[in-house]
């Protein structure tokens, strides 16, 4: 465990050094620098001696002394008491170099933006680290201050070469003043500074744009996961000692994160381990780096924590493997959301939620946990099924007013139950289904939403309606369905064999070239909906409607429709009776659906 770090306390004006420090970075006077300034020197280690950056070897961190935490003055405080009005913070930014693909207007914006955000993520850094300590305190700590550089990959390559000895890009870079170097005090010592000056941190926005692209989010989303990164390292976290300073390090990013309601992950997170958490790979051959969209889904250690083992001592292996990985993402991440798919996973083999399973979502419930249903059912199909066991209504599992993620993510419903997502069939391929399924009597049902409906009425659409709990299909012409609402997806029930041997191979060549897709989560089911469309894309909207990270989402499901889910959750939990590329997907594999899988998977990870 590193010490604790101490936020020191203000003593006398500021110096001539302090002055020369906001020339150099302008952090004078809590004035903002207006705009994007070039050719200015830095890192700030470039221009005073005393700011002495050497070679840290961690992953785009620079630091003049050993990975312990920033000693921030101050004198004794009550952690608890403080709040951002007690904490004073001073931040210069500026440009280096000619960042691609964003104009004058937008680069000072954006300057603006990271200006006014980095002001309240170093008081809410500050705040962190004073109640990890926990001592009492007279007086808050000295202001703070803070140098954020902006800069393309040329420029920070540069930077990477020199401090590091790696001749790529990388993200982001982090400069910590030298802790025993400062003013001498006139009689051979050195004075203390009237301030905590943290740093530079220097971000490349080409490679944030890069990552921004593999991630779904904006350029700022990106920089601002970056500016939390990099603000830490001056903090003196670190990730690369060992397991459990990475666990801290992840645990503060994800706080961190979720206090300021910033999209995105952290790094560490977002990383497959803590070695390349920026991504640069083999970056002393000179590639591109800073990418890292690669190793979002992996499962650590590889994928033998989930796929089933060959024999005993290789089971033991796995079980010894999966149980080490629960143990470092408790440390370091905060579940908050729980997903749940239903079929072959919430349900057992007979349509219906085991005790224990129920058991179970109540005291995750209990403990402040959000379950939520992602389902390829019908929103009205699904509160029907929670009904019967006691978990519908408003904050349980499923009802009108909360989240869920339904028709295989065709319809996602965020806060308050409004509907936040969704997609919709073509007119020309519901048309095709109908007319398919008149010619050879398979049955077809078509999802309005909250509604079914379908040319005619089959005992299977019956056996959907009472065993699965969709809603009975309204029986109408073709031409009043295609002039009604857009259907959202289709699915075609019969027996499994029809399903492989007929329906498959005829909608898989038959929506070559159109804007649909076919989708499977049971054997006598073949669904038709929206390309580009799946549970995950929608949960994904939900977790930024809600301003919760995917790291501290668990998911658990078993088909191939759950895949997406399951590898992108901070968790992904595969049944037993998953299919394989779940399992290989999932960073845990729990029993079945009828041997108590979801208990186990909640008891494990949420209790």
Not at 322 to 340: H, K
Not at 554 to 570: E, K, M
């Amino acid at each position: 465990m590193r010490a604790s770090a101490r936020l020191c306390r203000a003593v006398g004006p500021h110096s001539r050094q302090a002055a020369a420090r906001r020339s150099l970075v302008a952090l004078a006077g809590g004035r903002h620098t207006q705009g994007p300034h070039r050719n200015a020197s830095t890192p700030a280690a470039r221009a005073l001696s005393r700011w002495q950056a050497t070679a840290w070897p961690s992953c785009g961190a620079l630091a003049a002394a050993p990975p312990l935490r920033q000693q921030l003055h101050t004198s004794r405080w009550r952690a608890r008491a403080l709040t951002e009005d007690d904490i004073q913070a001073d931040v210069g930014v500026m440009v280096e170099g000619e960042p691609a693909g964003i104009s004058e207007a937008e680069l000072e914006a954006l300057c603006e933006t990271l200006y006014n955000d980095s002001l309240a993520l170093i008081k809410q850094a500050a705040l962190y680290v004073i109640d990890e300590e926990g001592e009492e305190r007279d007086e808050p700590p000295a202001p703070l201050e803070l140098s954020l550089v902006l800069c393309d990959d040329a420029h920070i390559r540069e930077l990477n070469a020199e401090w590091r000895g790696i001749d790529a890009p990388t993200d982001v870079l982090s400069f910590e003043m030298e802790e025993d170097e400062g003013l001498e005090d006139g009689e051979g010592g050195l004075a203390e500074l009237p301030v905590n000056v943290l740093g530079d941190v220097v971000i490349s926005l080409d490679t944030a744009a890069r990552q921004a692209e593999e991630r779904g989010y904006g350029r700022l989303d990106e920089a601002r996961v970056l500016l939390v990164h990099g603000v830490l390292h001056l903090l003196g976290y670190d990730h690369e000692e060992d397991e459990e300073e990475a666990a801290e390090m992840a645990a503060a990013e994800q706080h961190l994160l979720k206090a300021m309601r910033w999209k995105g992950q952290g790094l560490i997170a977002l990383a497959d381990s803590g070695d390349d958490v920026h991504g640069e790979g083999d970056a002393g051959s000179g590639g591109g780096g800073g990418s890292r969209g690669s190793a979002v889904h992996e499962p650590e250690g590889g994928p033998s924590t989930s796929a089933p083992a060959a024999g005993p001592q290789a089971a033991a292996v796995a079980a010894s493997e999966a149980d080490d990985f629960i143990r470092r993402w408790r440390t370091r991440a905060e579940a908050q959301l729980l997903a749940l798919d239903m079929d072959g996973t919430l349900l057992d083999s007979r349509s219906r939620v085991l005790p224990s399973s129920v058991a179970a979502i109540k005291a995750a419930l209990a403990r402040g946990v959000t379950v939520f249903l992602a389902t390829g059912k019908a929103r009205p199909a699904a509160i029907k099924a929670m009904e019967a066991v006691g978990l519908a209504g408003e904050g349980l599992v499923a009802s009108r007013t909360g989240p869920g993620i339904f028709l295989q993510g065709l319809t996602a419903y965020g806060r308050g139950g409004r509907l936040i997502a969704g997609g919709q069939l073509p007119m020309d391929v519901v048309r095709s289904a109908f007319e398919f399924s008149a010619e050879h009597d398979v049955p077809v049902c078509g999802f309005l939403g909250e509604e079914c409906v379908t040319h005619k009425m089959h005992p299977e659409l019956e056996e959907l309606h009472h065993r699965y709990y969709e809603p009975l299909a309204a029986v109408l012409p073709l031409e009043e369905v295609l002039a009604g609402p857009p259907l959202r997806k289709l699915l075609f029930m019969t027996d499994p064999d029809a399903v492989e041997g007929h329906l498959k191979p005829h909608w898989s060549a038959a929506l070559q070239g159109s804007e649909a897709e076919t989708m499977q989560a049971v054997p006598d089911m073949l669904e038709v909906v929206p390309s580009g469309w799946d549970k995950w894309r929608a949960v994904q909207h939900l977790l930024e409607d809600l301003g919760v990270p995917a790291s501290d989402l668990v998911a658990i499901g078993d088909g191939s429709n759950d895949l997406g889910l399951v590898a992108g959750a901070g968790v992904g939990v595969a049944m037993g009776n998953a299919v394989a590329d779940v399992k290989a997907a999932a960073r845990l594999v729990v029993a079945d659906n009828d041997s108590d899988g979801v208990a186990e998977a909640i008891e494990r990870l949420l209790l």
